[in-house]
Structure formats: C-alpha cells, structure tokens
C-alpha cells in the first residue's frame, strides 16, 4: 500500500497523529463533496471513553477548530483530531476498503493494546 501524498501539519505539538491511505483520502474527498456544505470541512478523528475495551474511535465532518487541534491536510482533505486524541492516535492510519466483506474505515493503531471483535473499541 502506498501514501505518495503530501503531508501538512498545521501544529507542531504532535505532527501527524494519524495518517490516511490513498484509498481513504479519496473516499473522505467524495464524502466532504457530497455534503455540498458552504464551510470548510475536516475529518475530525477523536478517541472518546468507552465501548468494551476501554476507547472508542469517532469520525464525523466537523468545521469548527480549537487552538489546540491539529489539522493535517492529505491533497484536499483535512484532519482534525484534538490534543487529547493525538497522544492516542500517533503512528495511527486510517484505511478505507470497499468490497463485500470488512468495507468501510479501518483505524489501525499500533498504540492499541486490545481491540473488540467489533474493531472500534480498544485500550
């Protein structure tokens, strides 16, 4: 799997938390493109309390940025994650896969200690 794209980081605090495949920029790129939304989206990548192993991963378009976020952009999309999220996600990427089985977003973590059978909850 190659990343031939160009990473921007926007924060010098925790540069790259988390970086996207080729297969993944393009999917949030058609995504970000069908909200048609007036404002400037990001991935927002965020690691909240919970879930059976301990973390689960959220993902959602968020336009809205704090100081301490860290803002990566891969060609047209953008990554947010905040400050809190970053120490958990660092070394982490985000892989999208479109086929009959495991299609969707993937987050491999090599801080995960533990992960669910439901691959969205780790510790």
Sequence with gaps: MSDATTTITLSKKNPDPITLTDAAIAKVAELIAAEAADETLALRVAVKPGG?????????????????????????VKVAVDAASADLLTGATLDF??????????????????TCGCGNSFS
């Design 97 to 114: 896969a479109d086929g009959l089985q495991g299609a969707g977003f993937h987050i491999t973590n090599p801080n995960a200690t533990r």
């Design 52 to 76: 059976c192993s301990g973390f689960n991963y959220d993902m959602y378009f968020d336009s809205e940025f704090s100081d301490d976020d860290i803002v990566t952009e891969f060609g047209a």
